[in-house]
């Protein structure tokens, strides 16, 4: 035993001088901390370190030494062994104080001839020296594990995911959204929302349970069939062609089915009206179906009055149309209540309101005819017009000249009213739709109130006068925009034109040169 | 055409100008008056910062009134104030 003492006084002296000079250099890994066990360890036998990987605290196992310490060596060993190896695989290398701290603490147990080992912890110094000593210890280990969370090398503890405490929260969530029937949709909606709002610290243990987001944002809420349908009918509409000039009268009347139900789908969606919705889509087929079949009719007229001239025989073009249209309206019109009948009181309520802002003559037909009368209008309002008003003369008498009048006006106004619903970026009630149709041009067979157009003529007119000029050009708008504050010495108009208007029409307002020495527009 | 590139509103919003109605507007109007071609192009950008301007303002009246919908009141209010700005 001496021998083994003496030999291992010897080694660890060696060894001593080797640590203290590289302990400084060497980070603690288990190589030298079972070093120096081995180098400190009593006579007892040396037991293999368990690779115990434990996330303990170490406080605990500061305070798990100090009470076995007391005890006996061989116990010694076990508190010793324990921590080391957790704390090395744990934390990080410790700082130099740290180091000399611990070098300082085994010199003095080197001296005291107790049993020390050199780990950073300090928990072989519980044995033999005081509790301040160990308290020095112990304060400086907690403080470092804290201070730096991130570094700590314990690997990631993750939570098992409790499938039916997620679903769960799922059904919460959507149902608090209180989506209406697409139960399927919103419960991946919630996702992004919540990944977003958690915690995002690198290193905080990430919820694997939620799944990888499927991005649905929020307003797909609303995003029922009858969206898909009415962009199916759009689509087709477009690729029916840019054609520009001669097809306006007669496809903004298609456009205007497809913004119809959009206005529809918005002005019902956005109250998160389930019966509504569900009256909606009762009514969205069938719209589509006349829709589509109105579409391939219009394709057919189109191409016949792509050969006629332009404006002067669009009545003509129209009247032809609404000969073939009447079949369909009056199917639509049989096929219309029916639907309508399911749809809710709102629906069929919003939409009479819808009508009636835009043409006082169609309110003679009763309210579920109303929602009929919103589809055939985009075919042809000459058509339905006529048979209601042979066999209903209507309360106020109607004047045979504003109605061609209506249909371009019509079409034209909810252009520009789905604008300003764009715009709003905000969910909007039918009543400050159809004032903002009163603003914007108000058709009426009296008189012209269109507030905003009026104004606008008044001073095109009253520049062009003042030009000496019976022809408005555009300087004479580029005038108006500068009186309106549109256009200031900041912004010209043409950082307007490029801004707002789409390609195709900037090329035509904006000159700009071209090989051959030309520039267009001809200025 | 170029279509808006924001599809947040999942909507297609046509950026084509009404030019028929815009001109046959123009034409009931002042029948007097002959309106460029290009002219309703810019009549077309002039409704359309219009509308923009009408929006916004409604909107800033509905967020005032911390609600969620905009509602009549709200563009009634939004247009008195845009109309007088855009008398020129």
Request: hydrophobic share 35%.
């Amino acid at each position: 035993m001496n021998v083994r003492r003496r030999s291992h006084r010897a080694r660890s002296i060696g060894r001593l001088a080797h640590v203290h000079t590289s302990g400084n250099l060497e980070e603690q890994t288990p190589r030298t901390l079972l070093k120096n066990i081995l180098l400190t360890a009593p006579e007892s036998s040396v037991m293999m370190p368990e690779s115990v990987v434990k996330p303990v605290p170490t406080p605990q196992v500061v305070q798990s030494s100090r009470r076995e310490s007391s005890r006996g060596s061989l116990e010694l060993q076990l508190p010793e062994l324990e921590p080391p190896t957790t704390l090395a695989l744990g934390l990080l290398a410790p700082g130099r104080r740290k180091q000399r701290q611990r070098l300082s603490v085994f010199q003095q147990g080197m001296d005291q001839g107790l049993p020390l080992s050199q780990e950073p912890r300090g928990n072989g110094s519980a044995s033999s020296l005081t509790s301040s000593l160990n308290l020095t210890f112990a304060t400086p280990l907690q403080p470092q594990s804290v201070q730096r969370p991130g570094l700590a090398r314990r690997p990631p503890t993750r939570r098992a995911v409790d499938v039916g405490a997620f679903l769960q929260d799922l059904r919460d969530t959507s149902l608090a959204l209180a989506s209406p029937g697409d139960s399927l949709r919103t419960p991946v909606a919630t996702l992004p929302t919540d990944t977003v709002l958690e915690d995002t610290q690198p290193f905080s243990q990430p919820l694997i349970g939620r799944s990888p987001s499927v991005y649905h944002s929020l307003p797909c809420l609303s995003h029922t069939e009858a969206e898909d349908a009415e962009r199916a009918v759009s689509h087709r509409i477009q690729s029916s062609g840019p054609r520009l000039q001669n097809h306006n009268p007669g496809k903004p009347t298609q456009l205007l089915a497809g913004k119809a139900k959009k206005v529809d789908a918005l002005a019902v969606s956005f109250p998160n009206n389930s019966s509504a919705v569900s009256g909606e889509d009762g009514v969205e087929p069938l719209q589509d179906g006349v829709g589509e079949e109105a579409e391939e009719r219009m394709e057919e007229s189109l191409s016949v009055s792509k050969v006629m001239a332009t404006t002067g025989t669009q009545g003509s073009v129209r009247m032809e149309k609404s000969k073939g249209h009447r079949e369909m309206t009056e199917a639509a019109e049989a096929k219309e209540p029916e639907g309508s009948s399911g749809a809710s009181p709102e629906l069929a309520s919003s939409t009479t309101e819808f009508l009636q802002a835009r043409q006082p003559q169609f309110l003679e037909p009763a309210p579920p005819p109303s929602t009929a009368v919103l589809s055939s209008e985009p075919l042809e309002p000459l058509s339905t017009r006529l048979p209601p008003r042979a066999r209903t003369p209507g309360p106020r008498a109607r004047t045979p000249g504003p109605r061609p009048r209506q249909d371009p006006h019509k079409t034209g106004l909810s252009h520009y009213v789905k604008l300003f619903s764009f715009y709003a970026k905000m969910p909007m009630e039918k009543a400050a739709l159809e004032m903002v149709e009163k603003c914007l041009f108000y058709p009426n067979p009296f008189g012209s109130l269109d507030k905003y157009f009026q104004h606008l003529c008044d001073d095109l007119e009253v520049f062009a006068a003042h030009a000496g000029r019976k022809t408005v050009r555009p300087e004479d708008l580029e005038l108006l925009m500068r009186r309106q504050g549109l256009v200031n010495d900041q912004v010209s108009l043409h950082v307007l034109v490029e801004r707002h208007l789409p390609l195709e029409y900037r090329q035509l307002l904006i000159p700009c040169a071209f090989s051959g020495n030309s520039v267009f527009p001809a200025q | 055409m170029a279509f808006s590139t924001t599809v947040s509103q999942r909507k297609h919003i046509k950026r084509k100008a009404p030019r028929g109605f815009l001109k046959h507007v123009f034409k009931r109007q002042k029948p007097h008056l002959r309106l460029e071609t290009s002219g309703d192009l810019l009549v077309h950008l002039n409704c359309l910062l219009f509308v923009r301007r009408l929006a916004e303002e409604s909107r800033m009246n509905a967020f005032e009134s911390k609600c969620g919908v905009i509602k009549k009141e709200h563009v009634q209010a939004a247009a008195k104030v845009i109309l007088k700005k855009s008398r020129g």
